[in-house]
């Protein structure tokens, strides 16, 4: 386990180039999944089902099911359809890791923030036949959240502490 997100970030992104990061699914499962056992002794029913079963998200509890994005949002064609503009069962909360900021956002205020941006870059809202979204930085979603409420930057003091309360919080309300 990595205790720490300032420490996750200088050893496992820092060092590499883009191409080579060893991604989201080593987030979750070296960072992510363990601080949530820690805080809350809570086991993930499901820990990245991608294309299984049709579960919405990453990591799945119970209640409560988080999608995570590794310093870009490229959403693929069946998420943004089905998550952004349809009316599927969609993830409750977002964790987006960027090289200097963690965003921990409610789904749908997500969902505002994400096609604000994409009207920004002249994207249309409409249901893509195929491929990917545009490419979003996760560090560029923070300038449209909520600072110290759904981003923090990672150079913050006290981030551990902060992300623990936002993870508790969101736990909390799920319930």
């Known amino acids: 386990m990595i205790n720490s997100i300032s ?3 200088n050893n496992y992104i820092v060092p590499f180039p883009n191409n080579d990061l060893p991604g989201e699914h080593h987030f979750v499962a070296l960072y ?8 809350l002794n809570k086991i993930p029913n499901w820990v990245n089902p991608d294309g299984m079963k049709r579960k919405p ?7 409560l099911s988080i999608e995570v994005k590794y310093l870009k949002i490229n959403l693929t064609k069946t998420q943004y359809n089905e998550w952004i503009i349809g009316n599927k069962k969609k993830p409750n909360i977002l964790i987006a890791l960027g090289r200097k900021t963690i965003c921990i956002i409610n789904w749908e205020r997500f969902v505002k923030y994400y096609q604000y ?9 409409v249901p893509y036949k195929s491929g990917y979204t545009p490419l979003i930085n996760t560090d560029i979603l923070a300038d449209y959240c909520i600072p110290d409420e759904e981003c923090f930057k990672i150079s913050e003091n006290n981030i551990e502490r902060k992300i623990e309360n936002r993870i508790k919080e969101i736990f909390s309300s799920q319930v």
């Open 7 to 9: 420490l996750y970030i």
């Open 57 to 63: 998200g990453d990591i799945i509890y119970d209640d």
């Open 117 to 125: 941006i994409l009207k920004t870059k002249n994207k249309k809202i």
């Open 32 to 39: 992510l999944v363990p601080k949530i056992y820690k805080l």
